[in-house]
């Protein structure tokens, strides 16, 4: 069996209303978005949709032809599993085409209360061997995956060859070290993760701080990164920080670069692909709509004729003016070394 | 996409406005953008005491958020728990929504010091409100004012292209940013440049004339 070619559905971030109704207008077939508590991997301050504004949003992408998928993909805490099932029944409450789940019990709960509605993977769960893929659609009957970023586009098309689950890639935006699910690293200086608490780097042990020259950035005291005048800044992460290791000063664990796939998209849609995952909830309805017009004018330019299509340098420059670290990397689906 | 790290810092135009009309122009400005809504989750904020300020110290507003509303004040002497440091365009773009805020911490047009948490709460409940700046303007201070305050644009972009040459991005910043979408506003816009360049070649031509006549006086 190969992987057929596939027109992948664009699946667009939303951390507010406006983002949404952005998405949808710029052209996303799916907008993803949580909400406003800690059962989602974005749980930032002031971010996420309340019920009344995850039903509006809900009716405004149904209305002009988009689907919606409500993330509810962190652990829940014990003693608190309330607050996380809650979300699962307030999605389904609310029409929502897919829930994206990471947790067993939360999917073994969806898959039972709520069979019909479409359970997905979320890259939280860091599943990436078909094996895996299988245990979930077998236990939970999941339809899709979304794939850590770890993995090379052989090792997915690979995985495409064999699975019937539907799998969903990052194409654009922040990337992490890239072991979804499993970092603790923020846990290790802020107490707070993305996997219990929804948050990396949470804001409340985040300070920039003006010196003389520069500006510093820490993280509950610890010093992080320090950036000359005029550099480009970049998000306050562990991962992304500067440090000095064997006498060498530099980003040892992670480059503050984005994600963009723009130049793999005809090998992408050979690999048989579902969706294009654009990261990004944090950010505003600008940065959504901008991302998403690009993508969907490349997306279908690919798709109308993958052997003549040729990434427009406007494309790039419009990615790379709302992109951390303004530079664009294949990250680990490129990894030659692999 | 235009870069507003790439405009010519416009505090200039604000040397001559009292720090009062600025602090009273932006409250009323806030006042008719912020729905209940915001203000309900502003209430979070009740205890902090946030500091606008522009890189060059032209503009130092302090804001506070009491009794369900929210005041703006020029220079407070009190210390903020939170200081959003910028250069104006990207302190505009964050406090209308009209740009990225992340994008422009990037690049560093725009700084958070103190409390992040308050300050990026503050950020996502305005970038979680729908409005068009234009259509606040005009319901606050009437079509006709703000129209003339969009031929006042016009000529002080006007003046920048002849200063530097090139205004295209800020004509472009401000035609983006201000809604500017209809074709006879933008050309309107434009009349308004071509003309004010007129009459600033005329001058020059005028004033070229003159120093001659003194030189061959002298």
């Given at each position: 069996m190969s992987s057929p070619f596939i027109k992948p559905e664009l699946v667009c971030p939303a951390g507010n209303l406006p983002s949404l109704k952005a998405a949808v207008d710029a052209g996303g077939d799916v907008v993803y978005l949580g909400f406003r508590?800690?059962?989602?991997?974005?749980?930032?301050?002031?971010?996420n949709f309340s019920a009344t504004e995850a039903q509006e949003g809900i009716e405004y992408a149904h209305q002009h032809g988009a689907r919606v998928y409500i993330a509810v993909n962190t652990s829940p805490k014990p003693g608190q599993e309330k607050a996380w099932t809650s979300s699962v029944d307030l999605a389904a409450e609310l029409g929502a085409d897919a829930v994206i789940l990471s947790d067993m019990a939360l999917l073994d709960y969806a898959k039972r209360h709520y069979p019909s509605l479409r359970r997905h993977l979320s890259v939280q769960a860091s599943a990436c061997n078909y094996e895996s893929l299988e245990f979930y659609h077998r236990e939970f009957?999941?339809?899709?995956a979304v794939l850590?970023?770890?993995?090379t586009l052989d090792d997915i098309r690979i995985l495409n060859d064999r699975t019937s689950v539907e799998t969903e890639i990052f194409v654009s935006g922040g990337l992490c070290v890239m072991a979804e699910g499993r970092c603790w690293l923020s846990s290790f200086v802020t107490g707070d993760s993305p996997n219990m608490?929804?948050?990396?780097?949470p804001a409340h042990a985040v300070r920039f701080e003006e010196q003389q020259d520069t500006l510093d950035v820490r993280l509950d005291g610890v010093l992080i990164n320090r950036f000359a005048p005029n550099e480009a800044a970049g998000y306050p992460t562990l991962c992304k920080g500067c440090f000095e290791a064997e006498g060498k000063q530099g980003h040892v664990m992670e480059e503050p670069y984005s994600l963009n796939v723009l130049e793999m998209l005809p090998d992408i849609m050979h690999a048989g692909i579902s969706a294009l995952k654009i990261e990004?909830?944090?950010?505003t309805k600008h940065y959504v709509k901008e991302v998403v017009s690009v993508m969907r004018a490349a997306v279908d330019a690919c798709a109308a004729d993958p052997q003549s299509y040729r990434t427009q340098t406007t494309w790039v420059e419009r990615m790379n003016a709302v992109s951390e670290g303004g530079a664009r990397t294949a990250g680990a689906y490129a990894d030659e070394w692999r | 996409m235009l870069k507003l790290a790439t405009l010519p810092e416009p505090t200039l135009f604000l040397r001559p406005v009292p720090a009062s009309l600025q602090a009273r122009l932006l409250q009323n400005i806030l006042e008719q953008m912020l729905d209940e809504e915001a203000m309900q989750r502003f209430a979070?904020?009740?205890d902090k005491r946030f500091m606008f300020r522009t890189f060059d110290d032209v503009v130092r507003l302090g804001m506070t958020f009491t009794d369900n509303s929210i005041r703006v004040q020029a220079n407070p002497q009190w210390e903020a728990d939170v200081t959003i440091s910028g250069n104006l365009p990207a302190l505009i773009a964050l406090c209308f929504s009209l740009e990225d805020a992340d994008s422009l911490f990037f690049s560093r047009c725009l700084l958070l010091t103190g409390d992040t948490a308050s300050g990026l709460l503050f950020k996502n409940v305005l970038a979680n409100l729908d409005f068009d700046l234009h259509a606040v303007l005009q319901n606050k201070f009437g079509v006709s004012t703000v129209d003339a305050l969009w031929r006042m644009a016009g000529q002080a972009i006007a003046g920048i292209e002849r200063a530097d040459g090139d205004a295209t991005r800020t004509r472009a910043w401000f035609t983006k940013s201000l809604h500017l979408s209809t074709t006879d506003q933008t050309q309107s816009l434009r009349t308004d440049m071509n003309a004010l360049a007129g009459q600033y070649d005329a001058m020059q031509h005028r004033l070229a004339k003159l120093e001659k006549r003194l030189a061959r006086r002298a």
């Open positions: 508590n800690a059962s989602n991997a974005r749980n930032f301050e002031g971010l009957d999941i339809t899709r850590p970023r770890v993995l608490q929804g948050v990396c780097s990004g909830r944090q950010r | 979070e904020l009740s």
